[in-house]
Protein backbone atom coordinates (compact mmCIF):
# COMPACT_ATOMS: atom_id res chain seq x y z
CA UNK A 1 0.00 0.00 0.00
CA UNK A 2 1.44 3.63 -0.59
CA UNK A 3 2.77 5.75 2.48
CA UNK A 4 2.32 8.84 3.65
CA UNK A 5 4.50 9.86 6.42
CA UNK A 6 4.86 12.85 9.01
CA UNK A 7 6.48 13.94 11.48
CA UNK A 8 4.66 13.23 15.00
CA UNK A 9 5.53 16.79 16.37
CA UNK A 10 6.90 20.62 15.93
CA UNK A 11 7.03 23.22 18.58
CA UNK A 12 7.68 26.43 17.21
CA UNK A 13 7.67 30.19 18.60
CA UNK A 14 4.48 32.71 18.11
CA UNK A 15 5.57 34.92 14.89
CA UNK A 16 8.77 31.73 13.48
CA UNK A 17 8.08 30.13 10.49
CA UNK A 18 6.38 26.62 10.58
CA UNK A 19 7.44 23.96 8.31
CA UNK A 20 5.78 21.28 8.40
CA UNK A 21 6.91 17.84 6.20
CA UNK A 22 5.48 14.82 4.35
CA UNK A 23 6.88 12.12 2.02
CA UNK A 24 4.75 9.75 -0.47
CA UNK A 25 5.29 7.27 -2.35
CA UNK A 26 3.20 7.33 -5.56
CA UNK A 27 4.49 8.39 -8.42
CA UNK A 28 1.75 8.68 -10.45
CA UNK A 29 -0.77 11.83 -10.90
CA UNK A 30 -2.14 12.66 -8.22
CA UNK A 31 -3.87 15.22 -5.32
CA UNK A 32 -1.83 16.81 -2.42
CA UNK A 33 -3.45 17.72 0.54
CA UNK A 34 -3.24 20.17 3.39
CA UNK A 35 -5.79 19.61 6.20
CA UNK A 36 -5.79 21.25 9.90
CA UNK A 37 -7.19 19.59 12.99
CA UNK A 38 -8.25 21.65 15.70
CA UNK A 39 -9.04 19.70 19.34
CA UNK A 40 -12.39 18.92 18.98
CA UNK A 41 -13.44 18.95 15.65
CA UNK A 42 -13.39 17.87 11.88
CA UNK A 43 -10.74 18.04 9.36
CA UNK A 44 -10.69 21.52 7.13
CA UNK A 45 -9.32 21.47 4.39
CA UNK A 46 -6.51 24.37 4.21
CA UNK A 47 -5.10 23.82 0.24
CA UNK A 48 -3.87 21.66 -2.28
CA UNK A 49 -1.54 21.13 -5.37
CA UNK A 50 -1.69 19.40 -8.12
CA UNK A 51 1.13 16.89 -8.75
CA UNK A 52 2.20 18.77 -11.82
CA UNK A 53 2.82 21.97 -9.94
CA UNK A 54 5.94 22.69 -7.97
CA UNK A 55 4.68 25.39 -5.26
CA UNK A 56 1.56 27.23 -4.22
CA UNK A 57 0.80 30.28 -2.06
CA UNK A 58 -2.08 31.46 -0.12
CA UNK A 59 -1.23 34.12 2.02
CA UNK A 60 0.43 33.11 5.38
CA UNK A 61 0.60 29.32 3.27
CA UNK A 62 3.26 28.32 1.09
CA UNK A 63 3.41 24.20 -0.54
CA UNK A 64 6.33 23.19 -2.01
CA UNK A 65 6.16 20.04 -3.72
CA UNK A 66 9.23 17.97 -4.40
CA UNK A 67 8.24 15.56 -7.06
CA UNK A 68 11.62 13.95 -7.66
CA UNK A 69 12.13 13.23 -3.90
CA UNK A 70 7.99 12.50 -3.63
CA UNK A 71 8.40 15.71 -0.93
CA UNK A 72 5.66 18.27 0.21
CA UNK A 73 5.88 20.51 2.54
CA UNK A 74 3.44 23.11 3.90
CA UNK A 75 4.91 26.23 5.38
CA UNK A 76 3.32 28.52 7.37
CA UNK A 77 4.95 32.49 8.16
CA UNK A 78 4.54 34.15 10.96
CA UNK A 79 3.00 31.59 12.94
CA UNK A 80 0.18 32.70 15.74
CA UNK A 81 -1.33 30.68 18.39
CA UNK A 82 -4.67 29.76 16.60
CA UNK A 83 -2.12 27.77 14.71
CA UNK A 84 -1.22 24.83 17.21
CA UNK A 85 -3.05 22.18 15.79
CA UNK A 86 -2.79 18.52 13.91
CA UNK A 87 -1.69 19.01 10.23
CA UNK A 88 -2.10 16.35 8.25
CA UNK A 89 -0.84 15.71 4.64
CA UNK A 90 -3.20 13.71 2.16
CA UNK A 91 -2.59 11.98 -1.30
CA UNK A 92 -5.38 10.91 -3.42
CA UNK A 93 -4.41 9.61 -6.90
CA UNK A 94 -6.88 11.52 -10.02
CA UNK A 95 -8.34 8.22 -9.53
CA UNK A 96 -9.82 8.45 -6.84
CA UNK A 97 -10.09 5.21 -5.89
CA UNK A 98 -7.17 5.31 -2.56
CA UNK A 99 -7.07 7.69 0.11
CA UNK A 100 -3.92 8.01 1.93
CA UNK A 101 -3.38 10.40 4.72
CA UNK A 102 -0.33 10.63 6.62
CA UNK A 103 -0.13 10.27 10.19
CA UNK A 104 -0.39 14.09 11.37
CA UNK A 105 2.21 16.27 12.70
CA UNK A 106 0.74 18.09 16.16
CA UNK A 107 1.78 21.55 15.57
CA UNK A 108 2.61 23.76 18.88
CA UNK A 109 3.11 27.42 19.25
CA UNK A 110 4.99 28.36 22.15
CA UNK A 111 3.54 32.38 23.03
CA UNK B 1 -25.50 26.71 7.53
CA UNK B 2 -23.40 23.58 7.86
CA UNK B 3 -21.73 22.15 4.77
CA UNK B 4 -21.15 18.13 6.41
CA UNK B 5 -23.64 17.33 9.16
CA UNK B 6 -23.34 14.34 11.62
CA UNK B 7 -25.32 13.00 14.57
CA UNK B 8 -24.91 12.20 17.24
CA UNK B 9 -21.89 14.69 18.05
CA UNK B 10 -20.99 12.04 21.03
CA UNK B 11 -22.42 8.44 21.40
CA UNK B 12 -21.70 6.34 24.29
CA UNK B 13 -23.14 2.98 24.69
CA UNK B 14 -22.52 -0.19 25.93
CA UNK B 15 -20.81 -3.04 23.98
CA UNK B 16 -22.93 -5.39 21.86
CA UNK B 17 -25.65 -2.67 21.15
CA UNK B 18 -26.60 -1.83 17.53
CA UNK B 19 -25.89 2.41 16.53
CA UNK B 20 -26.16 4.50 13.86
CA UNK B 21 -24.72 7.29 13.02
CA UNK B 22 -25.91 9.96 10.38
CA UNK B 23 -24.18 12.51 7.75
CA UNK B 24 -25.37 14.64 5.46
CA UNK B 25 -23.94 17.17 3.05
CA UNK B 26 -26.00 20.47 1.52
CA UNK B 27 -23.07 20.91 -0.88
CA UNK B 28 -24.80 19.36 -3.84
CA UNK B 29 -21.94 16.41 -3.82
CA UNK B 30 -21.92 13.16 -5.72
CA UNK B 31 -18.99 11.59 -3.65
CA UNK B 32 -19.00 10.86 0.18
CA UNK B 33 -16.88 8.88 2.67
CA UNK B 34 -16.39 7.23 6.42
CA UNK B 35 -13.64 7.51 8.49
CA UNK B 36 -12.10 6.54 11.03
CA UNK B 37 -9.67 7.86 13.41
CA UNK B 38 -8.35 6.21 16.20
CA UNK B 39 -6.75 7.01 19.83
CA UNK B 40 -3.42 8.18 17.82
CA UNK B 41 -4.71 10.56 15.31
CA UNK B 42 -4.09 7.86 12.74
CA UNK B 43 -7.07 8.17 9.62
CA UNK B 44 -8.47 5.37 7.85
CA UNK B 45 -10.79 5.40 5.08
CA UNK B 46 -13.59 2.91 5.64
CA UNK B 47 -16.16 3.24 3.01
CA UNK B 48 -16.64 5.69 -0.01
CA UNK B 49 -20.08 6.25 -1.98
CA UNK B 50 -20.37 7.91 -5.45
CA UNK B 51 -23.89 8.55 -6.83
CA UNK B 52 -24.77 6.72 -4.08
CA UNK B 53 -23.00 3.29 -5.53
CA UNK B 54 -20.08 2.00 -3.45
CA UNK B 55 -16.70 2.68 -4.39
CA UNK B 56 -14.27 1.62 -1.45
CA UNK B 57 -14.82 -0.47 1.04
CA UNK B 58 -11.62 -0.87 3.11
CA UNK B 59 -10.87 -4.26 5.02
CA UNK B 60 -13.99 -3.04 7.89
CA UNK B 61 -15.68 -5.61 10.08
CA UNK B 62 -18.52 -6.75 8.66
CA UNK B 63 -20.30 -5.29 11.09
CA UNK B 64 -20.01 -1.93 10.01
CA UNK B 65 -22.78 -1.23 7.12
CA UNK B 66 -22.99 2.01 5.37
CA UNK B 67 -26.55 3.02 3.66
CA UNK B 68 -26.98 5.92 1.02
CA UNK B 69 -30.92 6.45 0.65
CA UNK B 70 -29.55 9.21 -1.85
CA UNK B 71 -26.40 11.26 -2.66
CA UNK B 72 -27.05 13.60 0.35
CA UNK B 73 -26.64 11.19 2.85
CA UNK B 74 -24.72 8.39 3.97
CA UNK B 75 -25.37 6.44 7.34
CA UNK B 76 -23.20 4.22 9.44
CA UNK B 77 -25.15 1.51 11.12
CA UNK B 78 -22.55 -0.69 13.56
CA UNK B 79 -23.69 -4.17 14.76
CA UNK B 80 -22.85 -5.67 17.79
CA UNK B 81 -20.64 -2.94 18.96
CA UNK B 82 -16.87 -3.91 20.61
CA UNK B 83 -14.47 -1.93 22.80
CA UNK B 84 -12.09 -1.98 19.66
CA UNK B 85 -15.51 0.30 17.63
CA UNK B 86 -13.95 3.53 20.40
CA UNK B 87 -13.00 6.22 18.25
CA UNK B 88 -14.19 9.37 16.21
CA UNK B 89 -15.96 8.63 13.03
CA UNK B 90 -15.89 11.43 10.33
CA UNK B 91 -17.70 12.05 7.15
CA UNK B 92 -16.76 13.61 4.52
CA UNK B 93 -17.76 14.51 0.53
CA UNK B 94 -16.51 15.55 -2.18
CA UNK B 95 -17.71 17.00 -5.85
CA UNK B 96 -16.26 13.75 -7.98
CA UNK B 97 -13.72 11.12 -6.87
CA UNK B 98 -10.15 12.40 -5.92
CA UNK B 99 -11.59 16.34 -5.45
CA UNK B 100 -10.65 18.39 -2.50
CA UNK B 101 -12.95 16.68 0.44
CA UNK B 102 -15.12 18.59 2.58
CA UNK B 103 -15.29 16.41 6.57
CA UNK B 104 -17.61 17.09 9.12
CA UNK B 105 -17.03 17.41 12.99
CA UNK B 106 -17.01 13.73 14.09
CA UNK B 107 -18.76 11.63 16.11
CA UNK B 108 -17.30 10.47 18.93
CA UNK B 109 -18.05 6.57 19.72
CA UNK B 110 -17.42 5.64 23.17
CA UNK B 111 -17.82 1.75 24.11
CA UNK B 112 -18.41 0.80 27.55
Known amino acids: GEDVEQSLFLSVREGDSSVINCTYT??????LYWYKQEPGAGLQLLTY?????DMKQDQRLTVLLNKKDKHLSLRIADTQTGDSAIYFC???????????FGTGTSLTVIP | DTAVSQTPKYLVTQMGNDKSIKCEQN?????MYWYKQDSKKFLKIMFS???????INETVPNRFSPKSPDKAHLNLHINSLELGDSAVYFC???????????FGDGTRLSIL
Open chain 1, 90 to 100: AEIPLSGNQFY
Open chain 1, 49 to 53: IFSNM
Open chain 2, 49 to 55: YNNKELI
Open chain 2, 92 to 102: ASSSNLGQPQH
Open chain 1, 26 to 31: DSSSTY
Open chain 2, 27 to 31: LGHDT
